[in-house]
Antibody
């Protein structure tokens, strides 16, 4: 079955960067797109961006443009999301999600805490 | 950006009852590209419905989605104990995908 296993929780200082990984299994990684969605405490889900499974091109939410980078390593069936210039408002659970637009399958989430 | 509002914020019901959740968009959603997700505490969301009315694989037929344009609904017939959770709608017809604030279905 489809599994998306994300890296562990992170604690970062303001201004730092964080890179979250997502190891996929149970499906053809290069034939499926991957998106990243985050959820701040008590807040609604927020779409961050997407990467094409085969060609690797990306599209980002304007809110995160310039601060986020979504990449993938097809040989390792792993996706990555890097967010830079972290601020306290970036404290959230970050999810990788299989699919370009619909969230067919979700990772377990990675808590990123930004605190001085 | 398409803003989604959901109502009610919280719905208190007993097992066996029916839940009707509403999702309203600030503008018409292209091709009725609306999905619904269920989220339980400490868990990731789970896809229930896509394309406004198509159930995802493995989802019980107690869940049904409907609507078009700007108004969409998720109906849960005969609530089971495992159905008490938060439900989010999502529109993916716009280049910027957005989610609603969620509706909590709690045990009365």
């Amino acid at each position: 079955q489809v599994q998306l296993v994300q890296s562990g929780a992170e604690v970062k200082k303001p201004g730092a960067s964080v890179k979250v990984s997502c190891k996929a299994s149970g499906y053809s990684f290069d034939r499926n797109d991957m998106q990243w969605v985050r959820q701040a405490p008590g807040q609604r889900l927020e779409w961050m961006g997407w990467i094409h499974g085969g060609y690797g091109y990306t599209r980002y939410s304007q809110k995160f443009q310039g601060r986020v980078s979504i990449t993938s390593d097809t040989s390792a069936s792993t996706g990555y999301m890097e967010l830079s210039s972290l601020r306290s408002e970036d404290t959230a659970v970050y999810y990788c999600v299989r699919g370009e637009r619909v969230g067919w399958d979700w990772g377990q989430g990675t808590l990123v805490t930004v605190s001085s | 950006e398409i803003v989604l509002t959901q109502s009610p914020g919280t719905l208190s019901l007993s097992p066996g009852e029916r839940a009707t959740l509403s999702c309203r968009a600030s503008q018409s959603v292209n091709s009725n590209y609306v999905a619904w997700y269920q989220q339980k505490p400490g868990q990731a969301p789970r896809l229930l419905v896509h394309g406004a009315s198509s159930r995802a694989t493995g989802i019980s037929d107690r869940f049904s989605g409907g609507g078009s344009g700007t108004d969409f609904t998720l109906t849960i017939n005969t609530l089971e104990p495992e159905d008490f959770a938060v439900y989010y709608c999502q529109q993916y017809g716009d280049s910027l995908i957005t989610f609603g604030p969620g509706s909590k279905v709690e045990i009365k």
